[in-house]
T-cell receptor, first 112, second 116 residues
Framework: AQRVTQPEKLLSVFKGAPVELKCNYSYSGSPELFWYVQYSRQRLQLLLRHISRESIKGFTADLNKGETSFHLKKPFAQEEDSAMYYCALAFNYGGSQGNLIFGKGTKLSVKP | GAGVSQSPSNKVTEKGKDVELRCDPISGHTALYWYRQSLGQGLEFLIYFQGNSAPDKSGLPSDRFSAERTGGSVSTLTIQRTQQEDSAVYLC??????????????FGPGTRLTVL
């Protein structure tokens, strides 16, 4: 069964510290993975996706198929990074994207 | 341009009443999704529309839930005989789905449903 696991409900770090939000997935096919972020009082929005291999707002995420992980990392956290982060797996209908399967989210709190 | 919009933003209803939630996707987006966001459950998929194909209803939690999409645009999620456990934020998303596997889903602001 397809599943996304985010083991930490809450992650609290100090400004300038490195941060890693963990995500593990279970999926028999070729995974398409995303990180979505929801800032306070804002709508859910895409942060980054593995296929783009991009860095957004200093965040990066590498797909590790051997460990079935897609951890989100940033070397120096900022207070404005405080938000709810969701890891998501795109369900694949024979090559076409279907719905997203979300983890339960990790609340990142960056303290001054 | 305009993003995904949802109405109402908040809905309070009494147990047993029916409710309708509306979603206006981004113009031109062929795919539309409904999710539910609740405490302890995270984001759960409910239903997915793509073009003129039959919707994927596999995420609907019970037959009290239904959704339709008229003219390939606006969608309405209907919950009949609401229960307290239906209280959640209902999110709508749309994507262009032009054939790419990783089309970005754009989310609306959600409708917060409270069942008393």
């Amino acid at each position: 069964a397809q599943r996304v696991t985010q083991p930490e409900k809450l992650l609290s770090v100090f400004k300038g510290a490195p941060v890693e939000l963990k995500c593990n997935y279970s999926y028999s096919g070729s995974p398409e993975l995303f990180w979505y972020v929801q800032y306070s009082r804002q709508r859910l929005q895409l942060l980054l996706r593995h296929i783009s291999r991009e860095s957004i707002k200093g965040f990066t995420a590498d797909l590790n198929k051997g460990e079935t992980s897609f951890h989100l990392k940033k070397p120096f956290a900022q207070e404005e990074d405080s938000a709810m982060y969701y890891c998501a797996l795109a369900f694949n209908y024979g090559g076409s994207q279907g719905n997203l399967i979300f983890g339960k989210g990790t609340k990142l709190s960056v303290k001054p | 341009g305009a993003g995904v919009s949802q109405s109402p933003s908040n809905k309070v209803t009494e147990k047993g009443k029916d409710v309708e939630l509306r979603c206006d996707p981004i113009s031109g987006h062929t795919a539309l999704y409904w999710y539910r966001q609740s405490l302890g459950q995270g984001l759960e998929f409910l239903i997915y529309f793509q073009g003129n194909s039959a919707p994927d209803k596999s995420g609907l939690p019970s037959d009290r839930f239904s959704a339709e999409r008229t003219g390939g645009s606006v969608s309405t999620l209907t919950i009949q005989r609401t229960q307290q456990e239906d209280s959640a934020v209902y999110l709508c998303a749309s994507s262009l789905l032009a054939g790419g596997i990783t089309d970005t889903q754009y989310f609306g602001p959600g409708t917060r449903l409270t069942v008393l």
